[in-house]
């Protein structure tokens, strides 16, 4: 599943971006007065292979929850059953995510890729992701998926925290959550993610394909205190310097110091790609997995909308190395798939001038 998914990744189509551009300079305003919405809009019109691209709705955002073996290292002071709370909390439709989610119309599939401890909730086994549900009518509840590949990773200061076929296992379950999505009639999929601890690992998955210190990838991620952060930086070069992961083998990457919530958003990645639908990413989380599918497939960035700046700093390293510009930074650091919602309308809105703004010509407006 994962070649024929990286076989069916091309580039971004060069005649339906240039039509996407001529037409910005025709519409009533000012050229470029748009400022990054234009470029956005050219972007998707090249993934779609038509101008104006498809309106990227319904939203689905699909959150992966798993937890990790470093989290013994004392890497945040969160106790790891807050993973499978929270899944209780998203279901329940407490979360932030859900809130954001409602105003957007977005729904919310929750995928149990990895949590340690068996939920105490009625996963709908084998059953399709949620489906998204047309502008203007009520939403489905969120869904809960069982695709868990294992009950959290390895310690990855000790061993690999997955083995190749864990990593490529969890790849795998992404590809499957965006197909099924993508099925229900999703025009546009949101990354969101849950597991306690799992900054420590998207900071090793940042080093690993950039190349950046582990000071520089290593953010603070709940808040927590210097002696904790400290200790957390120490962890990632510890990681990183045990396994010397090669940015060359992106599934090894995975293997050795990712988490399956990584894993699985990097198949989801690669599977909107397929499709040349857009995905929207999220924060620090998303765009560690970002690096991994675009070191897979590089032309699954075309595919890729940075919703905002993660206050993470490796989310701007990331973006950096991937070419990405966010929409807004707000200095959110929260997950669960809020700041790809949030940013949402400007997406849809980048979409809709292509498809209602009328050119000058049409609305008898002189050009200057």
Known sequence: MLETTIAAIGPLDGSAMTAARDLQARLT?????????????VRLAGLAGACPPPLPEPAAVAIFAGDHGVHAQRVTPWPQEVTAQMIGNFLAGGAVVNAFARQAGAS??????????????????????AAPAPTGTTLAPPRLLDANVRRGTRDMTVTAALT?????????????????????????LLTGDMGIANTTPAAALIAAFTGADPAE???????????????KVGVVRAALHRHRPDPADPLGVLAAVGGLEHAALTGLILGAAARRV???????IAVSAAL???ALAPDAV???????????????VALRHLGLDPLVDL?????????????????????????EVATFDAAGVSEK
Do not use: C
């Not at 305003?29 to 809009?41: C, N, Q, T």
């Not at 995928?111 to 401890?117: E, L, S, T, Y």
């Not at 790849?171 to 197909?179: C, D, K, L, Q, S």
């Not at 857009?278 to 620090?284: A, F, H, K």
């Open 292 to 294: 991994a599918a675009a």
């Open 29 to 41: 305003k000012p050229a470029g007065s748009l400022g990054a919405l234009e470029e956005l809009s």
């Open 331 to 355: 200095g959110l650091r929260l997950g669960e798939g809020t700041g790809a919602l949030l940013t949402l309308p400007m997406v849809t809105g980048a979409v809709r001038v292509l498809h």
């Open 217 to 231: 990838a290593t953010g603070r991620g709940t808040g927590v205190d210097d002696e904790t952060y400290r200790r």
């Open 302 to 316: 075309g595919a890729m909308v940075a919703g905002h700046r993660s206050a993470e700093p490796g989310a701007t």
């Open 164 to 188: 190749r076929d864990e990593a490529r296992a969890a790849v795998e379950v992404g590809i499957r959550v965006a197909g099924e999505l993508l099925d229900a009639g999703a025009g546009v």
């Open 108 to 129: 919310v599939t929750v995928v149990d890729v990895g949590v340690a401890a068996p939920l105490p909730f009625s996963p709908a086994d084998a059953a399709p992701a």
């Open 278 to 284: 857009p995905v929207l990413l999220d924060g620090v």
